[in-house]
């Protein structure tokens, strides 16, 4: 009979503890046992790729993936296991295609119909439309470009217009100058425009590969605001402040972004804006059951009546981590068996 929870990790990494695991995947396994329910870890091995899918098929009720997947090499492989498995009734937390439809950067795109993302975010998957469309947007103001992977702000570019242009320009030309931020540590470049974006080739080639354009918002200095979800229930806000520097707009800790802890009461009226529309992102998401455990990350914006509204700027649902906040363990357990209860109901 199928009873066991079994986690995913991946050996090696830099986010291991002293005893091998991720930090926060022991206390979410203790947590289940001492709640009588089965769990265990699994390293995920290329070598022994069939070998652990037998034994999940035949032993588990569920899978929870604890893997980032840039410590892994065979992704593609990994995913495909998890597809298969799902497709013979485990269940997913997160179903695979969940992890890349919220995690991947053109999530953006996919929302920019609803009140969470702009309408003028784009998505280049090729140098060829990169490189018609990037000029005409450039031209409307200050913009932000994404690469599709990537973490801690690496390959997140703020991108200024240094120089005025005439008034009847229908695009930036390409030898234009313009002034290159990276969210990684708010380092600055000044490049042409030409030049530039042949460097951010780099990101469009190769599998996965694409680009995300969309508006830079400066109420970004105010700080973002992560909304830490466990399935449809919001446990924290986190507030990251960027660095005092001007041209800093990192919230990342690396860059000197400061970080406080909220309760999600603190923030009524985004958590209930985003709670609406829940429904909207799973289905246009690709209708898989929410993550058990992801964050969503907002800018605040100004509307044209002067009000706050919250724009999404980033998803992900891969392996996020609590380790500051291993207390969670306890409420992820509940959630995963009440997760495979309902399951089981509907089952039968």
Request: charged fraction near 25%; aromatic fraction near 10%.
């Amino acid at each position: 009979m199928k009873t066991k929870v079994v986690f995913f990790e991946v050996p090696g990494g830099t986010d291991k503890w002293l005893n091998g695991y991720r930090k926060d995947t022991m206390p979410m396994v203790d947590a289940l046992k001492k709640r009588g329910q089965e769990a265990e870890v699994i390293f995920f091995d290329i070598e022994k790729r069939d070998e652990i899918f037998d034994y999940v098929k035949e032993n588990a009720i569920a899978y929870v993936s604890r893997i980032n997947p840039g410590n892994l090499k065979h992704e593609a492989e990994y995913f495909d296991m998890l597809r298969e498995l799902c497709a013979l009734g485990v269940i997913g937390m997160p179903h695979p295609d969940a992890m890349i439809g919220y995690g991947a950067k053109d999530a953006l795109v996919k929302l920019r119909h609803t009140s969470l993302v702009p309408e003028d975010t784009y998505a280049y998957y090729t140098i060829e439309t990169f490189k018609s469309t990037f000029p005409k947007s450039l031209l409307g103001g200050e913009r932000v470009l994404k690469q599709n992977r990537g973490s801690t702000g690496e390959g997140i570019w703020r991108v200024q217009l240094v120089d005025a242009l005439a008034e009847d320009a229908t695009e930036v030309p390409l030898d234009a100058n313009i002034k290159c931020t990276e969210a990684k540590d708010n380092h600055v470049e000044y490049h042409t425009l030409g030049a530039f974006m042949d460097f951010c080739e780099q990101y469009i080639i190769g599998a996965n590969g694409m680009l995300v354009d969309m508006p830079f918002l400066p109420r970004i200095k105010e700080g973002e605001i992560r909304l830490l979800m466990l399935r449809d229930t919001p446990v924290n806000i986190v507030h990251k402040k960027p660095a005092e520097d001007a041209d800093a707009f990192s919230a990342t800790l690396f860059s000197g972004a400061q970080y406080r802890y909220d309760a999600p009461e603190d923030w009524a009226t985004l958590v209930h804006e985003f709670l609406g529309q829940l429904p909207d992102i799973t289905s246009l998401l690709g209708g898989y059951d929410l993550p058990l455990i992801w964050t969503a990350d907002f800018i605040l914006d100004t509307d044209e009546h002067g009000n706050d509204t919250y724009i999404l700027g980033e998803m992900n649902c891969s392996c996020v981590g609590f380790t500051s906040q291993l207390e969670l363990a306890e409420s992820v357990a509940e959630e995963i068996i009440a997760c495979i209860s309902t399951e089981v109901e509907t089952a039968v």
